[in-house]
């Protein structure tokens, strides 16, 4: 079996990718350690989920946890190679972190309902500071990632 | 959070004939005949086996004597019947021991210490056909995850003595074999490429996940048929679900950091090469 040789050298893309990786494991990691467990504002399950949302939620929650341990070491990886462009890496990282929380603030609170940022409040302010949060997180990363394709442009 | 409380009414609730992961089981000797097998082997490799694999195997061993014995999984429970037990049991089965196992290398310790015929027949065997799509990462899944969904979701669960003690041997089966397709040390004539082996693990890790909210979300109708009540069942569930992910990082962890080290090799290599070659590109 013959592999192609490793590349040396920046890689603005594979920065960006491994970083976005990282930054939705670190988002997810965050929702369960924080709103999960801590605040105990979310629910494990809150009874009115059907059951794509109990499927979507399986898959994220599984995926995640993966993304976070696969992206260190692509990570580690790309450092060791002197592949790492920085200013594409916090892009890439911005972005996955952006993603993942509008995400699931849009799709598995909204649509597939599996569970609410928390009870017993008015959800409208909790859910536009979530999703604008995730939004801003979206911009700062496309910003920085443009930035770094424009520094080092890419033959 | 799993707190393990004792359901009003305690143990006379639970079913009588549900005894999976309680008291004595066929896990506690197949552990020690295991055991006893892989260090008689080991002894007799020259010059040496690796010390670290035979604590692997030992632990792996440790844990399923445990669920084979009364004190590991009916002692924080307080009785035998408990959901709670059976989830316990199917971890340290089917997760955590093939883990420990697997990162022993059985196989390669079995080439090492059969003779040149046997050592032939095996390899032949690894090659065949049959062997090779058993250890495809989809047929581990198809076992150990699917055979979760029909053990837990159908009347096995609570089918006496008998068929616990055989789905005890399933977990453990199914695990070791999910696992030797994912990060299996062994040399393995056909091993999975990665993208397959990832998402294979995705797949297992998100359908156990999944299987676990939804009998957190069946447990007040599920509680009646199995004589236990809600809470119990729900955290039981609540137990499946997080001490997979403590299972499901450890694996990734092992399966990405192989990766790693076997791309620095390759790294290694093409740098060697690099600076060898006439054509060498500079870096």
Known sequence: ?155 | MIAPTFPAGGPALTHAGHAAGAGWSVAFPLALVLAVLYLTAAARVRPGWPRSRTVGWLVGCALVAGVGSPFVTTFPYFWATDPRTHMLSHLLLGMFAPLALVLAAPVTLLLRVCPPVGRRRIIRVLRSRPARMLAHPITGLVLSTGGLYVILLTPLYAAGPVVDQAVQVHYLAAGCLLTWSLVGLDPSPHRARMSMRVGVLVAAAAAHAVLAKYLYAAAGRMAGELATDARTLESAAMLMYYGADLAELLLALVLFSSWYAQRGRRLARSRTAADRGPTGVPF
């Open chain 1, 1 to 155: 079996m013959t592999r192609p040789a490793v590349r040396v050298g920046p890689d603005p893309r594979a920065s960006l990718l491994a970083a976005a990786v990282i930054g939705i494991g670190v988002m997810a990691a965050v929702d369960e350690i924080v709103f999960h467990q801590l605040l105990a504002w979310h629910h494990f399950y809150d009874r009115s989920t059907p059951a794509v949302g109990l499927f979507s939620d399986g898959l994220l929650h599984a995926g995640s946890l993966i993304a976070l341990v696969g992206g260190f070491f692509w990570f580690a990886d790309l450092r060791r190679r002197a592949a790492l462009v920085p200013r594409a890496g916090w892009g890439g990282f911005l972005l996955g972190v952006g993603v993942f929380q509008v995400f699931d603030g849009l799709v598995d609170h909204k649509v597939l309902r599996t569970h609410q940022i928390r009870y017993g409040v008015d959800l409208v302010p909790y859910d536009l500071a979530w999703n604008l949060g995730g939004a801003v997180l979206i911009v700062a990363g496309v910003v920085l990632a443009v930035a770094a394709g424009q520094r080092r442009p890419r033959s």
